[in-house]
């Protein structure tokens, strides 16, 4: 593959990673429960990006096109996902909130920071559900990708080294992210600071759903 194809999607792929989106948070919500929660989402969301990238070297792209009731069915099925994260996330952080102060002194500090303690595989799947049924990413590997694969080149190859590109840079801006949840959350220590920076991020994942809901029908 050409360098210039490689560098012109590395551009496309930086400015949809720096966007703040619903990977994003989501990576915050998991990384301020604990740092591994953080990286295990990250990695879902890394898989999923592969996958995303194969469905363009398998020539969805086309199939979607002539169905875009299929892209429409992914985009509702994600914003109900996002609202589902978010609101759940909002409701256990006011029942928090509303715990005697001898409870949540008792509590862990992950506990305390977001009412709830993810499992791996729980962070593992939010991961991967948030990019698979992410409408932006389907925009981005299945309209966005195939410009930049040349012509007479191995389609599923190219889609996956693309892809890769993507993924390394996604995953190492998401690392980041997690490393300045961890620290906050060594400056943090207030349960009641936990629990704000909680109903941020579950805030805006549920924003972001409402948002991806209506743009999936107008």
Not at 13 to 30: I, K, Q
């Amino acid at each position: 593959m050409p360098t210039s194809s490689l560098l012109g999607f590395a551009g496309v792929a930086l400015v949809v990673v720096l966007a703040p989106g619903p990977d994003t948070f989501l990576t915050l919500r998991y990384a301020l429960n604990r740092p591994r929660n953080g990286v295990v989402a990250a990695l879902g969301m890394m898989v999923s990006i592969m996958g995303w990238a194969a469905l363009a070297g398998l020539g969805v792209a086309a199939l979607l096109q002539t169905y875009p009731a299929i892209h429409q069915a992914i985009a509702i099925i994600g914003g109900i996902y996002l609202l589902y994260l978010g609101l759940g996330s909002l409701i256990k952080a006011r029942f928090l909130a509303g715990a005697s102060a001898a409870t949540a002194r008792t509590a862990t500090r992950s506990v305390a920071a977001t009412g709830t303690e993810f499992t791996v595989l729980q962070s593992l799947r939010a991961g991967m559900l948030s990019s698979a049924l992410n409408p932006k990413l389907g925009l981005l590997f299945l309209a966005l990708m195939p410009p930049f694969i040349p012509v007479g080149s191995n389609m599923l190859g190219s889609a996956l080294l693309l892809g890769a590109v993507f993924a390394l840079m996604g995953g190492t801006y998401m690392m980041v992210l997690t490393a300045i949840a961890a620290r906050a959350m060594a400056w943090f220590k207030s349960p009641t600071v936990g629990i704000w920076l909680e109903r941020i991020s579950s805030g805006a994942l549920a924003i972001m759903g409402a948002v991806v809901l209506i743009g999936a029908f107008i």
